[in-house]
């Protein structure tokens, strides 16, 4: 009998809806007993830290739900320390990690993922993002869209280890711990970059399917962009090890051949603060913040 652990990071998201509706898809799947005990499911919620205690206060009814189990820590350990910890406490042979800001777009998320698991392989399942008018002004909501026809698993199967995130995949649990992400990677960006690389020195085959989790709450315009930031601070400080994964990097390291990045960097240098003012604000423009991507990365690697 296939068995199945879910697990779910959350920091300051309430995700009560999102368990409910894997538990309801669980219910529908899965019949008879398990040797561990009496369902061969389980949802594990750890909430790495929050500081928002309405969430945490809502959080906490997971625990009165059956087969769920919700886990407050009272420190912030990190995007890739929460994971390895949720592998830890899974009970089962497969583990379902996905990000508490999901939504469930699939009737058949979870049968598909039972169907699908094999062998040691690693699954990923993807992310798509419904149109959603009501956020036609969030830079977040605008720059997913633009690029969601680069995450198909039909593309994603190109470059199986470079098109990887861990908001969303199946993975066999002797696996994860025989290969756990690296808890270096503490804040936001990268840790499912570096995930693969690992799997990929290992051997470990990652197949893409096409089941997706929808990507449909999105923060502030100034929210994306201290995300934003906070990442491109994660890839400046890991960048030896991601050069050959970030298209970023590998313009950098363009202008570095060309001798020109200290000229770019003073030029875009003095202009950051303003596109940034604009970037936050309601009306904002993808390519000037592919350009402030670029110089914000720029002053960390030519400071």
């Not at 296939?2 to 920091?11: A, G, H, M, Q, R």
């Not at 996905?98 to 690693?122: C, E, H, Q």
């Not at 929210?223 to 970030?246: H, N, P, V």
């Amino acid at each position: 009998m296939k068995e199945l652990s879910i697990l779910i990071p959350t920091f300051n998201d309430e995700c009560t809806t999102l368990v409910r509706g894997l538990l309801d898809q669980c219910n529908s799947v899965f019949g008879g007993k398990s040797a561990v005990g009496d369902s061969p499911f389980e949802i594990i919620v750890a909430d790495d830290g929050s500081t928002d205690k309405s969430v945490t206060a809502a959080n906490s009814a997971i625990a009165t739900l059956p087969h769920c189990r919700y886990i407050p820590r009272e420190r912030n350990s990190g995007r890739a320390a929460i994971r390895n910890f949720l592998a830890r406490e899974a009970s089962y042979s497969n583990l379902l990690f996905i990000d508490s800001d999901m939504t469930i777009i699939r009737n058949d998320f979870i049968n598909k993922y039972m169907a699908s698991a094999y062998g040691t392989d690693v699954i990923y399942g993807g992310y798509d993002v419904p149109r959603q008018e009501a956020f036609a002004d969030n830079l977040r909501y605008r720059y997913e869209r633009a690029c969601r026809h680069d995450h198909t698993a039909e593309k994603r199967r190109l470059a199986p280890y470079s098109d990887f995130h861990t908001s969303n995949f199946m993975i066999p649990r002797t696996v994860m711990l025989a290969h756990p992400l690296d808890e270096q990677f503490r804040h936001y960006g990268y840790e499912d970059v570096a995930f693969g690389e690992e799997l990929k020195a290992a051997g470990v085959a990652i197949s893409h399917i096409d089941n997706p989790m929808g990507f449909c709450r999105f923060e502030s315009n100034a929210g994306f962009i201290s995300k934003t930031e906070e990442g491109l601070r994660t890839l400046a400080e890991f960048r030896m090890r991601l050069e050959s994964y970030s298209r970023l990097l590998a313009v950098v390291s363009k202008l570095d051949r060309w001798h020109v990045t200290p000229l770019a960097g003073l030029i875009l240098k003095p202009l950051l603060p303003t596109i940034r003012r604009q970037l936050s604000g309601s009306k904002s423009s993808l390519s000037l913040f592919k350009l402030y991507k670029l110089g914000y990365l720029i002053t960390l690697l030519h400071p």
